[in-house]
């Protein structure tokens, strides 16, 4: 089982991510150069996707996993955004550079919220680029840019190559871009730029999203947000402990009154009711918050959960759903059972590597458990958006290239050392247990997360696959 360690890091709507790099043709033909990297995530949406570019000449391929056979394929720049009419199903995207993906209905249903991942899938950063929804229409709306230190800031409407906002947010204030500025720039790309990483951005156009904490990560002791109205009337603002008893404050961060104190226990979600208000919450041990709606059956909307680490991939999840559940595993032979709060557990099944599951166990909350990397979404009928949080684990998926690039070359000399000819079969042999070991050290040491063999041999096994 991963043990996955805090790090700075809808029509109806799945978004998951297993972050890979996987050759451009199988590593048993590449005995004589590295083979290309892509980064790999899966995803599933029923409408659409939009690809945000962050680095020059991007190659793009968004592949229907069901179909097997690659749907869009295009190039990307920095800020350029790419809407790509999916359809529902289940998708890889594969990138040769870092991007990020903005899943769900952003276009052709605009009723969304969602704090904005860069490239590398984190909620604190110094850049983001985010296409905003298609529409305004409640005047609720905004986006508000989050600076937990000292910054300089810079807004550009990348669309029309216009500056929004420059200037500087003092630590733990915010600039936000309100409904009149928003109606006249519906379904532009926006850049958002710091002089350090130390900014938080919201696209607040409905609930339903986990709000960061000051560290990134979702689960943390300190977070801000907007909580709003749209669509119903006042959000639900939601404090979440899997383990432990909280002892929790919420706070008006203009009026600096406390909204509410106590303590959330453990295994459980405390909700509150809030109308148009900036809040922030802090918290004596780390929980995760979410502006979600948990007493509205079929109410529309999405939300990827956070998961205990607050990484969005992970084995343990505390939900709360307005009627859906959806399941989706990185891994193969992945163990998943779906328990209420009680205990009593109602779904069990086994999932295989970019497989998506559906539940609809109605309103409520649940408690998912998996032996291996899983993404959690709840949600029910349609509209919303949310980015992949699969950027996030890059970082996982390069140390294993590193190392397949060492064992590789060591396999090549071992062969000259023992005077024979190095072969595609030599390369493609499976790892040994002490090669498995060394690359599971790699990635401990480069990230701080932990997986178990059976998944980096999966992952490792991923290094070797061609997506021609």
Request: hydrophobic share 40%; proline share 5%.
């Amino acid at each position: 089982m991963p043990r996955w360690t805090r790090q700075p890091v809808l029509c109806t709507l799945l978004v998951a991510g297993v972050v890979g790099f996987l050759p451009q043709t199988a590593w048993a033909a590449a005995s004589t150069a590295a083979p290309k990297l892509w980064y790999t995530t899966y995803f599933y949406t029923a409408t659409e996707a939009v690809v945000h570019g962050y680095e020059k000449d991007t190659t793009v391929k968004i592949v229907s996993l069901d179909k097997n056979k690659t749907v869009w394929s295009g190039k990307v720049n920095p800020g350029d955004t790419k809407l790509i009419p999916t359809g529902r199903g289940v998708f890889g995207f594969l990138s040769d550079k870092k991007a990020s993906i903005l899943v769900g209905t952003p276009s052709s249903c605009a009723v969304a919220g969602y704090f904005v991942r860069d490239e590398d899938g984190h909620q604190r950063s110094r850049r983001f680029y985010s296409a905003l929804p298609s529409s305004v229409y409640d005047g609720d709306e905004r986006v508000v840019a989050f600076a937990w230190e000292d910054i300089e800031l810079t807004i550009t409407d990348t669309t029309t190559d216009k500056m929004v906002f420059k200037g500087p947010v003092k630590k733990d204030a915010w600039h936000e871009i309100p409904f009149a500025t928003l109606r006249g720039i519906s379904g532009h790309t926006l850049h958002f730029a710091a002089d350090k990483a130390a900014l938080s951005v919201q696209v607040y156009y409905d609930q339903g999203f986990f709000v960061p904490s000051d560290k990134g990560p979702a689960a943390g002791k300190r977070f801000r947000s907007y909580v709003g109205k749209i669509t119903s009337g006042p959000n639900h603002l939601n404090l979440i402990s899997h383990r432990l008893d909280v002892p929790v404050t919420v706070t008006d961060v203009v009026s600096k009154k406390p909204l509410w104190s106590g303590v959330v226990k453990k295994g459980t979600v405390h909700t509150l009711s809030v109308d148009r208000k900036f809040v922030e919450v802090t918290a004596e041990k780390p929980i995760l918050v979410s502006v979600s709606p948990t007493n509205f059956p079929g109410y529309a909307e999405h939300h990827f959960a956070a998961g205990l680490e607050g990484l969005g991939i992970d084995n343990e999840f505390l939900l709360s759903t307005p009627g859906e559940v959806w399941l989706f595993s990185y891994f193969d032979g992945n163990p998943v059972k779906v328990y209420d709060l009680d205990g009593k557990e109602l779904f069990t099944t086994t999932l295989q590597a970019g497989h998506v599951h559906g539940l609809t166990p109605g309103a409520g909350t649940f408690r998912v458990v998996s032996d291996k990397g899983l993404s959690v979404m709840g949600g029910a009928s349609s509209c919303g958006a949310e980015f992949s949080p699969a950027g996030g684990l890059f970082a996982v998926d390069e140390a294993l290239f590193a190392v397949a690039e060492t064992i590789l070359e060591e396999r090549r000399m071992r062969a000259q050392q023992e005077g024979r000819t190095f072969t595609a079969e030599d390369a493609a042999a499976p790892y040994s247990r002490a090669e498995l070991s060394r690359a599971k050290s790699a990635v401990e040491g480069a990230t701080g997360q932990s997986y178990s063999a059976d998944e980096i041999e999966q992952r490792m096994k991923k290094l070797q696959e061609s997506h021609d």
